[in-house]
């Protein structure tokens, strides 16, 4: 009898993470035909990243956060900064349609050499590297591991000291890389789709999401099992390299300038910006009234960093090498 209601309870439970499963597949095929692949593809190593190339010029490349994709580049400044200049942006390995196999190494280093190793297969030299939030992170481990491969470096809202896991983003601090797979199938979908909106808002604070912001800026491809996995890892990852070279921003020798929102609610500007103030060649602008979106809220600031960084660091000699 007990063994008979203990089979009934795992077949009930087998089938039920098979409904999961399914509908977390199906959600993750119509999210791809809604939202397809903007570029091509390059493979280096164990990656194969999808990016954007655009433009003539001199490069620019541009990284995006975590649970973001080169679409938020593309919605936004992309084609106004193509006009000038070739721009690269790229999904970062593990996101949007770029690949992270299982097991692969996921801190912030590696990642800028998995993006250094794409660069040099694409032929882009001396580039301007433009990095988001996580992406900016990704873009001081680029300066302080890869000394003079790029002319100069724009920060937006970056992740630049060890974060403080403060809610909602303490739920993806998710070690057990068991207890994220399971989640990306069962219930991290449903439960993407009931708090997305009141996510975004928080991110976007005190500004406001536009209302396409799910397709045109690539959002509902978060709604994928892969996608879910590695924001986990990114999560847990990200604060690695970090913590080891957060100190050091000062040993630095290229140009930078960084730009955050004074009412950034989703990284705390003095707490990040704190590590940066050693470097001898940083420009900080504060916008005051703006939030962690500032691509989507502020363009036109960013766009003229971007300019102001182009125009300025053409007329510096090159970054000597860090050691």
């Known amino acids: 009898m007990l063994g008979s209601i203990i089979a ?7 089938l039920g993470f098979a409904g999961l499963a399914f509908y977390a597949r199906r959600v993750a095929r ?3 035909r809604a939202v397809p692949p903007l570029g091509r593809f390059v493979e280096v190593d164990w990656a194969k990243l999808h990016y954007v190339d655009r433009g003539e010029g001199p490069p620019i490349v ?4 975590i649970g973001a994709n080169l679409r938020h580049y593309a919605h936004t400044i ?10 690269i942006a790229i999904d970062r390995p593990g996101c949007g349609y770029s690949e992270r196999p299982r097991g692969a190494d996921n801190a912030t280093h590696t990642q800028a050499a998995v993006i250094q190793k794409a660069l040099d297969k694409l032929g882009v030299a001396d580039p301007l590297v433009v990095g988001h939030s996580l992406g900016g992170s990704v873009a ?6 890869h000394p003079g491969k790029a002319r100069g470096y724009v920060l937006i809202a970056p992740l630049a000291a060890p974060p403080e896991m403060k809610p ?3 739920r993806w601090y998710i070690t057990s890389p068991l207890r994220r797979w399971l989640i990306a199938w069962t219930i991290g979908i449903p439960m993407a789709m009931r708090y997305g909106p009141a996510l975004t808002a928080f991110v976007f604070a005190p500004q406001t999401p536009s209302k396409d912001f799910g397709t045109a800026s690539g959002a ?6 892969k996608a879910i996995i590695n924001n986990f890892r990114d999560a847990v990852a990200s604060p690695i390299t970090v913590e080891a070279i957060h100190t050091q ?15 950034d609610q989703v990284l705390d500007p003095e707490l990040n910006l704190a590590p940066l103030a050693g470097m001898h060649s940083a420009e900080i602008q504060l916008l005051d009234g703006a939030g962690h979106m500032l691509l989507h809220v502020e363009p036109s600031a960013v766009t003229a960093a971007i300019r102001k960084m182009d125009e300025g660091a053409a007329r510096l000699p090159r970054a000597a090498a860090f050691l």
Do not use: S
């Open 249 to 263: 921003y000062g040993e630095i020798d290229a140009p930078v300038i960084c730009l955050f929102g004074v009412q």
């Open 8 to 14: 009934i309870i795992f077949a009930v439970l087998a």
């Open 168 to 170: 909602p983003f303490d």
């Open 62 to 65: 541009m990284i995006h956060g």
């Open 30 to 32: 119509r999210v791809e």
């Open 140 to 145: 001081l481990a680029h300066a302080m591991f």
């Open 220 to 225: 509902f491809l978060g709604l994928r099992p």
């Open 78 to 87: 992309l084609d106004e900064v193509a006009k000038t200049n070739r721009v």
